[in-house]
């Protein structure tokens, strides 16, 4: 009797083998899109090159060009001025709802939890363009205030309506309208973190507090701060990670002649108008990587001020 020939022979794979041809393609994928960009950023930050010719070592000249250029520590101090009016508020109201929403008072709580979030959910781009008609000279903040409140800005000698966009020279305001508008978007998303983090310590700690005599604020900053600390400098550090690369809210909130008039904002837009405006990849790459460093120095920071004592 013939044998029937298998149409596809049967291929044998030793058991050894096998686990990694399985992670392989995530090994393929992370040295093509993740380990290479990396180490080509750092080859072109010591490189000139322009997109279209050959590569020029430059050295540290990309790295000194930035040190010495006046729009670099700008966009820097824009960066850091932002994070700090940024993270500190928007830290303390997310516990302040998170503990709201923990104890017995609020009801509906999946209700509130769910309006909290929803900024968080919602495109970057929608939020800015929702902000950018609030902020118009004509907008509803601009009404109100000139409805409701022109007798105080005529006391404080402020001219209405107020100019939310002002950048150049006076940088001020706009960075505090920036600094609500990420309050807004992410406070949900912090509350979410320390709810759950709130979820995990046990009701009876809060009752034997009670039972020696501890009012709210002792309760708060005796029980509940401490045994949060490892989820508030998770949430702080990713705060962190975003604010300092901020760039679809500032872009679409400015006209694009006002960022290119003075070569950026953010360090993030600095970068981009770099590279693609100007065609110096090898500034962008050095930018990139002081970026890196400093985001790694304040998370180091942050780890030293959130380390269990």
């Known amino acids: 009797m013939q044998k029937k020939h298998e149409r596809f022979p049967k291929l044998y794979i030793s058991p050894k083998v096998a686990p990694y041809l399985f992670i392989l393609p995530f090994f393929i994928a992370f040295l093509m899109f993740q380990a290479f960009p990396i180490l080509f950023s750092f080859f072109l930050s010591f490189q000139k090159w322009n997109g ?107 001219r209405l309506p107020i100019d939310f966009y002002m950048v150049w020279p006076d940088r001020n305001i706009f960075v505090f309208s920036l600094s609500f508008l990420l309050i807004w978007k992410f406070i949900g998303w912090n509350i979410i973190l ?15 507090a009670k039972v020696d005599g501890a009012n709210w604020f002792q309760i708060l ?5 401490p045994l949060i600390k490892p989820m508030m400098y998770f949430a702080v550090t990713m705060s962190v990670i975003y604010i300092m690369q901020v760039f679809d809210e500032p872009t679409i909130l400015l006209s694009s002649n006002v960022i290119t008039s003075f070569g950026g904002l953010t360090m993030v837009i600095y970068l981009f108008n770099q590279a693609f405006t100007h065609m110096n990849f090898g500034i962008a ?18 780890k030293l001020i959130f380390k269990e004592r």
């Open 52 to 158: 279209m010719q050959p590569f020029t070592f430059n050295g540290l000249k990309n790295y000194i060009y930035l040190f010495r250029d006046k729009i670099f520590w700008w966009t820097l101090g824009f960066n850091l001025q932002l994070l700090l009016i940024t993270i500190v508020p928007l830290h303390i109201l997310s516990i302040l709802f998170a503990v709201m929403l923990n104890s017995s008072l609020i009801r509906l709580k999946t209700i509130f939890k769910t309006l909290f979030f929803l900024p968080y959910i919602t495109s970057a781009a929608v939020i800015a363009i929702v902000f950018w008609l609030l902020y118009a000279k004509n907008g509803l903040i601009n009404i109100l205030l000139q409805k409701y409140f022109s007798s105080v800005f005529d006391f404080l000698n402020i």
């Open 221 to 225: 900053t005796k029980i509940t701060l």
């Open 285 to 302: 790459a050095a930018i990139s990587y002081i970026l890196f460093f400093l985001i790694l120095a304040i998370t180091r920071i942050l």
């Open 194 to 208: 320390y709810f759950t983090a709130l979820q995990g310590i046990p009701g009876s700690y809060y009752e034997a």
